[in-house]
């Protein structure tokens, strides 16, 4: 707890977080730790490590010693309840003294450069009635109404605590009215002009406090005291059963440091090969790397292969497109449908995008009703969709036309799913990753799906990406849905994905996917993507 009010903000809030998991996982320590975290709560500096403590200390302050202690501590931060009037009293006060020239006081002697004495004087303010502890008065009256409405929601569920104790009535009574003021007084600063104006969210959410307060029912009690813990117990969890499947995952990968690294430039080509030759080295890649992908069937191999000319054409070309990390490999059958003798055939290609062919086109010399395959290398340089075209150019043999034959091939769109993979990572970092990046594309919903959770799998399925949020949290009948999309290209480059849909009239899904990147190929190229697969073929 002494790391709380560390000046780097990532330090407190990972100790905090951990101080969070073990009072759910630990409870014979949780009075202790609530006790200690009430002690160092004037350190905090940072209103995230706040926002958190102030859980922490209204969902585990359970016995009335220790609801005695929060709310006292509480007191001493807060100050006075009547935030609004005291700052008017104290910008008069300032004014006033800015005003009044002689007060002034003696300091120590200060020797100029010439050797003699002069005297500092200074203006004299009224010390603040507010103490130097109440950092958290400072950060509410700074405009922090999520902290205002986080510090509402934990003097709630003290009070509805409180009212189930042993305490005398009329103490009850004076910490429900003590409540109520600091919750009216948040309001009044919001609406008062002094202070930043409060936002909607917070208005509404200490105006719920405020109900709940004055119209007390068990079934908001125990929603409040009961629900909320046991959905953050499900929530760790789930946590923890994910990380055991990452590190099993993980496990299946692991290499030994001595196991034998075989290199194909100094095998004998008599005992393999080329096609061998190439197989294991990609398998050997793929052991190294601990990149283990699937065979994909018949089907899923037919789907990569590109038409680039057409049926009736002299010439007949299909490419066969490999996506493979930073490289793609087309294998371009080529077929002479003529019974002449093609001379001086060429492959030319060009790119659209960030990609980069690798070599220069070769001439062949191709028979009558011969085939022949061409192999094209094309460097990745940044994830984003792409295009690839060209033209087949060849001389025919015994001709003697002056114009060269060019067939003009189809057009190969690479798939920006190709390049990209599920990836994970923690709630704190897709926040932060979320506000740093500035490139958006938001996706209107127009969908034939009638299920949230099927058009949300639909959806993960169609762009290659991992949802963040639990399954426990996606469970239920409910006419809304939020969720967060994760994926990781291989260029270390994050796609970050927002999907808040809802149910409207006729059964019909609405709402919006807002896609989010460091570059705009990610998220103008995902957007087409959501765009082309929302609705399910009929």
Known sequence: MDFLGDPNPQSAIDVI?????????????????????????????????????????????????????????????????????????????????????NLQIEKGPVVLPDGTYKTISAMETKSSSISNK????????????????????????????????????????????????????????????????????SFERISLCIKILCFKDDVTRDVYVSKCRESFASMLENKIELAKKREEKSEDFRVQVDDLIKIGQLREGRKYGVSNIEDEDELNLEKATGFFESQTDLMGRLNRIVQLTGFSDPIYAEAFVNVHEYDIVLDVVIVNQTSDTLQNLSLELATLGDLKLCERPQTYTLAPYGTLE???????????????????????????????????????????????????????????????????????????????????????????????????????????????LYAKSVFGEDALANVSIEKQAENKIGGFIRIRSKTQGIALSLGEKITQNQKIST
């Not at 609530?34 to 302050?61: D, M, N, T």
């Not at 309001?187 to 936002?199: E, F, Q, T, W, Y």
């Not at 990836?423 to 958006?440: G, I, V």
């Open 374 to 484: 061409i192999k094209a290398n094309i460097k990745v340089s940044s994830t984003e969709t792409a295009i690839i075209f060209g033209s087949l150019v060849y001389d025919v043999a015994g001709a003697s036309s002056d114009i060269k034959p060019c067939i003009v091939l189809n057009e190969i769109h690479i798939d920006i799913i190709e390049m990209i993979s599920p990836a994970h990572c923690d709630d704190f970092a897709f926040r932060s990753m979320w506000a740093e990046f500035e490139w958006e594309n938001k996706v209107a919903v127009n969908t034939n799906f009638k299920d949230l959770n099927e058009y949300l799998k639909h959806i993960t399925k169609s762009t290659n990406m991992l949802c963040l949020t639990p399954s426990s949290s996606l469970d239920g009948e409910c006419g809304f849905l939020a969720a967060n």
């Open 134 to 201: 109440a950092t958290l008065r400072s950060m509410i009256l700074a405009g922090d109404y999520f902290l205002a409405s986080v510090l509402s929601t934990t003097m709630m569920k003290l009070v509805l605590k409180a009212f189930s104790s042993v305490l005398s009535t009329s103490h009850k009574q004076t910490l429900h009215a003590l409540v109520l003021l600091y919750l009216t007084s948040f309001l009044r600063l919001g609406k008062s002009g002094i202070a930043p104006p409060i936002d909607e969210d």
């Open 17 to 101: 977080a951990f101080a969070r998991d073990v009072v759910q996982t630990y409870p014979e320590l949780r009075e202790s730790i609530v006790r200690k975290l009430l002690e160092s709560l004037f350190q905090i500096q940072s209103p995230k490590v706040y926002r958190a403590a102030l859980w922490i200390v209204g969902e585990y302050s359970e016995s009335m010693t220790d609801i005695e202690f929060a709310f006292s501590t509480l007191k001493d931060s807060l100050g006075e309840p009547k935030f609004s009037e005291l700052e008017k009293d104290r910008g008069i006060e300032e004014s006033e003294n800015l005003s009044t020239p």
